[in-house]
Protein backbone atom coordinates (compact mmCIF):
# COMPACT_ATOMS: atom_id res chain seq x y z
CA UNK A 1 0.00 0.00 0.00
CA UNK A 2 1.24 3.49 -0.87
CA UNK A 3 2.12 5.58 2.68
CA UNK A 4 3.64 8.74 2.51
CA UNK A 5 4.01 10.10 6.37
CA UNK A 6 4.64 13.17 7.65
CA UNK A 7 6.58 13.39 10.81
CA UNK A 8 3.94 15.21 13.42
CA UNK A 9 0.26 15.74 13.44
CA UNK A 10 -0.13 18.47 15.71
CA UNK A 11 2.96 21.32 16.48
CA UNK A 12 2.66 24.07 18.27
CA UNK A 13 5.34 27.07 17.37
CA UNK A 14 6.38 30.26 18.65
CA UNK A 15 6.83 33.44 16.59
CA UNK A 16 10.22 33.59 14.93
CA UNK A 17 11.49 30.15 15.13
CA UNK A 18 12.65 28.11 12.35
CA UNK A 19 10.70 25.39 11.86
CA UNK A 20 11.09 21.95 10.21
CA UNK A 21 8.20 19.68 8.47
CA UNK A 22 9.53 16.17 7.46
CA UNK A 23 7.68 13.89 5.03
CA UNK A 24 9.07 10.70 3.93
CA UNK A 25 6.86 8.28 0.91
CA UNK A 26 7.82 4.35 0.51
CA UNK A 27 6.78 4.44 -3.22
CA UNK A 28 10.07 5.73 -4.88
CA UNK A 29 8.06 8.38 -6.37
CA UNK A 30 10.16 11.36 -7.91
CA UNK A 31 7.65 13.80 -7.60
CA UNK A 32 6.65 15.13 -4.10
CA UNK A 33 4.86 18.35 -2.86
CA UNK A 34 4.15 20.15 0.12
CA UNK A 35 0.54 21.98 0.16
CA UNK A 36 -1.43 23.96 2.91
CA UNK A 37 -4.77 23.87 3.36
CA UNK A 38 -7.12 26.67 4.61
CA UNK A 39 -10.72 27.26 5.14
CA UNK A 40 -12.25 29.08 2.24
CA UNK A 41 -8.57 28.91 0.53
CA UNK A 42 -8.48 25.44 -0.24
CA UNK A 43 -5.65 23.66 -1.11
CA UNK A 44 -2.59 25.94 -2.24
CA UNK A 45 0.96 24.27 -3.44
CA UNK A 46 3.88 25.69 -1.64
CA UNK A 47 6.76 23.96 -3.42
CA UNK A 48 7.17 20.30 -5.55
CA UNK A 49 10.40 18.58 -6.29
CA UNK A 50 10.57 16.68 -9.25
CA UNK A 51 14.18 14.58 -8.57
CA UNK A 52 16.81 14.76 -5.87
CA UNK A 53 17.91 17.97 -4.72
CA UNK A 54 15.72 19.70 -7.38
CA UNK A 55 12.36 22.00 -6.09
CA UNK A 56 10.31 24.32 -8.00
CA UNK A 57 8.38 27.54 -6.51
CA UNK A 58 4.57 26.68 -5.88
CA UNK A 59 1.77 29.64 -5.78
CA UNK A 60 2.69 30.41 -2.15
CA UNK A 61 6.28 30.15 -1.43
CA UNK A 62 6.76 33.66 0.23
CA UNK A 63 8.47 32.20 3.85
CA UNK A 64 8.97 28.80 3.07
CA UNK A 65 12.34 26.53 1.92
CA UNK A 66 12.33 23.18 0.95
CA UNK A 67 15.01 20.33 0.91
CA UNK A 68 15.54 17.37 -0.85
CA UNK A 69 18.72 15.55 -0.10
CA UNK A 70 17.18 11.69 -0.46
CA UNK A 71 14.83 10.64 -2.90
CA UNK A 72 11.88 9.33 -0.13
CA UNK A 73 12.30 12.37 2.02
CA UNK A 74 11.31 16.01 1.54
CA UNK A 75 11.33 18.53 3.85
CA UNK A 76 9.66 21.99 4.49
CA UNK A 77 11.41 24.56 6.51
CA UNK A 78 9.22 27.54 7.99
CA UNK A 79 12.38 29.86 7.81
CA UNK A 80 10.79 32.28 10.76
CA UNK A 81 7.50 30.92 12.06
CA UNK A 82 4.75 33.92 11.46
CA UNK A 83 1.07 33.65 12.81
CA UNK A 84 -0.30 33.77 9.19
CA UNK A 85 1.60 30.58 8.88
CA UNK A 86 -0.97 28.61 11.14
CA UNK A 87 -2.44 26.30 8.95
CA UNK A 88 -2.70 22.50 8.03
CA UNK A 89 0.34 21.50 6.01
CA UNK A 90 0.08 18.40 3.65
CA UNK A 91 2.86 16.55 1.87
CA UNK A 92 2.14 14.51 -1.19
CA UNK A 93 4.08 12.45 -4.07
CA UNK A 94 3.63 11.53 -7.45
CA UNK A 95 5.10 8.69 -9.70
CA UNK A 96 6.73 10.40 -12.81
CA UNK A 97 4.25 10.16 -15.88
CA UNK A 98 1.80 11.97 -18.10
CA UNK A 99 -1.87 12.31 -17.32
CA UNK A 100 -2.26 9.41 -15.27
CA UNK A 101 -0.24 9.52 -12.17
CA UNK A 102 -2.70 10.96 -9.01
CA UNK A 103 -1.33 11.64 -6.11
CA UNK A 104 -0.95 10.40 -2.66
CA UNK A 105 -1.20 12.48 0.45
CA UNK A 106 0.10 12.20 4.17
CA UNK A 107 -1.80 12.99 7.40
CA UNK A 108 -1.34 16.26 7.73
CA UNK A 109 0.98 18.45 10.45
CA UNK A 110 -1.53 20.80 12.22
CA UNK A 111 0.81 23.69 13.10
CA UNK A 112 -0.39 26.67 15.39
CA UNK A 113 2.22 29.26 15.44
CA UNK A 114 1.69 31.49 18.53
CA UNK B 1 -7.38 22.33 -16.25
CA UNK B 2 -11.40 22.44 -17.06
CA UNK B 3 -13.99 23.67 -14.39
CA UNK B 4 -15.86 20.89 -12.61
CA UNK B 5 -19.06 21.22 -10.51
CA UNK B 6 -20.44 19.47 -8.05
CA UNK B 7 -23.68 19.87 -5.68
CA UNK B 8 -22.24 20.94 -2.22
CA UNK B 9 -23.74 18.27 -0.47
CA UNK B 10 -25.87 14.91 -0.32
CA UNK B 11 -27.10 12.01 2.23
CA UNK B 12 -26.99 8.39 1.36
CA UNK B 13 -28.24 5.90 3.74
CA UNK B 14 -25.53 3.27 5.10
CA UNK B 15 -25.76 -0.05 2.81
CA UNK B 16 -26.80 1.72 -0.23
CA UNK B 17 -25.15 2.98 -3.48
CA UNK B 18 -23.61 6.72 -3.01
CA UNK B 19 -23.69 8.35 -6.65
CA UNK B 20 -21.52 11.67 -7.24
CA UNK B 21 -22.33 13.28 -9.53
CA UNK B 22 -19.51 15.99 -11.32
CA UNK B 23 -19.89 18.22 -14.32
CA UNK B 24 -16.59 18.73 -16.37
CA UNK B 25 -18.62 20.00 -19.70
CA UNK B 26 -14.89 21.87 -21.04
CA UNK B 27 -12.84 18.91 -20.26
CA UNK B 28 -9.97 18.74 -22.65
CA UNK B 29 -9.23 15.29 -24.84
CA UNK B 30 -6.19 14.69 -22.71
CA UNK B 31 -7.96 15.81 -19.63
CA UNK B 32 -8.46 12.88 -16.79
CA UNK B 33 -11.18 12.62 -14.26
CA UNK B 34 -9.63 12.48 -10.60
CA UNK B 35 -11.36 11.76 -7.85
CA UNK B 36 -10.22 12.49 -4.08
CA UNK B 37 -12.08 12.57 -0.76
CA UNK B 38 -10.65 14.23 2.14
CA UNK B 39 -11.87 13.03 5.80
CA UNK B 40 -12.02 15.80 8.52
CA UNK B 41 -9.36 16.20 10.04
CA UNK B 42 -7.16 13.85 7.78
CA UNK B 43 -5.45 14.61 4.23
CA UNK B 44 -6.49 14.15 0.92
CA UNK B 45 -7.37 10.11 -0.27
CA UNK B 46 -6.63 9.27 -3.94
CA UNK B 47 -9.69 6.61 -4.91
CA UNK B 48 -10.41 6.53 -8.31
CA UNK B 49 -8.89 8.22 -12.08
CA UNK B 50 -10.29 7.63 -15.58
CA UNK B 51 -10.02 9.12 -19.25
CA UNK B 52 -12.85 7.22 -21.26
CA UNK B 53 -13.58 4.11 -19.95
CA UNK B 54 -15.57 3.37 -16.77
CA UNK B 55 -13.32 2.16 -13.90
CA UNK B 56 -13.21 0.28 -11.04
CA UNK B 57 -11.20 -0.51 -8.25
CA UNK B 58 -11.45 -1.66 -4.62
CA UNK B 59 -12.71 1.35 -3.58
CA UNK B 60 -15.35 2.47 -6.43
CA UNK B 61 -16.28 2.77 -9.94
CA UNK B 62 -15.91 5.48 -12.14
CA UNK B 63 -18.70 6.33 -14.86
CA UNK B 64 -17.50 8.63 -17.51
CA UNK B 65 -20.29 9.88 -20.06
CA UNK B 66 -19.57 9.20 -23.94
CA UNK B 67 -19.16 12.90 -24.48
CA UNK B 68 -16.97 12.85 -21.69
CA UNK B 69 -18.86 16.40 -20.35
CA UNK B 70 -19.52 14.74 -17.00
CA UNK B 71 -18.81 11.46 -14.75
CA UNK B 72 -20.23 9.62 -11.36
CA UNK B 73 -18.32 8.35 -8.70
CA UNK B 74 -20.33 5.23 -6.98
CA UNK B 75 -19.39 3.80 -3.56
CA UNK B 76 -21.31 0.04 -4.05
CA UNK B 77 -22.63 0.44 -0.53
CA UNK B 78 -21.70 3.19 1.61
CA UNK B 79 -20.83 3.00 5.11
CA UNK B 80 -20.48 5.66 7.85
CA UNK B 81 -16.52 5.67 7.23
CA UNK B 82 -17.86 7.16 3.68
CA UNK B 83 -18.90 10.80 4.83
CA UNK B 84 -15.89 12.60 3.97
CA UNK B 85 -15.95 15.87 1.45
CA UNK B 86 -15.40 14.45 -1.93
CA UNK B 87 -13.46 16.31 -5.26
CA UNK B 88 -13.14 15.66 -8.22
CA UNK B 89 -10.78 17.25 -10.82
CA UNK B 90 -10.15 17.36 -14.39
CA UNK B 91 -6.56 17.79 -15.06
CA UNK B 92 -3.80 16.28 -17.95
CA UNK B 93 -0.57 16.23 -15.27
CA UNK B 94 -2.12 14.25 -12.71
CA UNK B 95 -0.55 16.71 -10.57
CA UNK B 96 2.93 15.19 -12.28
CA UNK B 97 4.45 18.74 -12.20
CA UNK B 98 1.37 21.02 -11.41
CA UNK B 99 -0.22 21.51 -7.38
CA UNK B 100 -3.76 19.73 -7.42
CA UNK B 101 -6.51 22.10 -7.12
CA UNK B 102 -9.91 21.04 -4.97
CA UNK B 103 -13.09 22.93 -5.54
CA UNK B 104 -15.31 23.28 -3.02
CA UNK B 105 -16.34 19.70 -3.36
CA UNK B 106 -19.50 17.37 -2.50
CA UNK B 107 -20.12 16.56 1.36
CA UNK B 108 -21.62 13.46 1.56
CA UNK B 109 -23.16 12.39 4.76
CA UNK B 110 -23.94 8.57 5.37
CA UNK B 111 -26.95 8.43 7.89
CA UNK B 112 -27.30 5.30 9.85
Known amino acids: DVKVTQSSRYLVKRTGEKVFLECVQD?????MFWYRQDPGLGLRLIYF???????EKGDIPEGYSVSREKKERFSLILESASTNQTSMYLC?????????????FGDGTRLSIL | DAKTTQPPSMDCAEGRAANLPCNHSTISGNEYVYWYRQIHSQGPQYIIH???NNETNEMASLIITEDRKSSTLILPHATLRDTAVYYCIAENSGGGADGLTFGKGTHLIIQP
Open chain 1, 49 to 55: SYDVKMK
Open chain 1, 27 to 31: MDHEN
Open chain 1, 92 to 104: ASSARGYGNQPQH
Open chain 2, 50 to 52: GLK
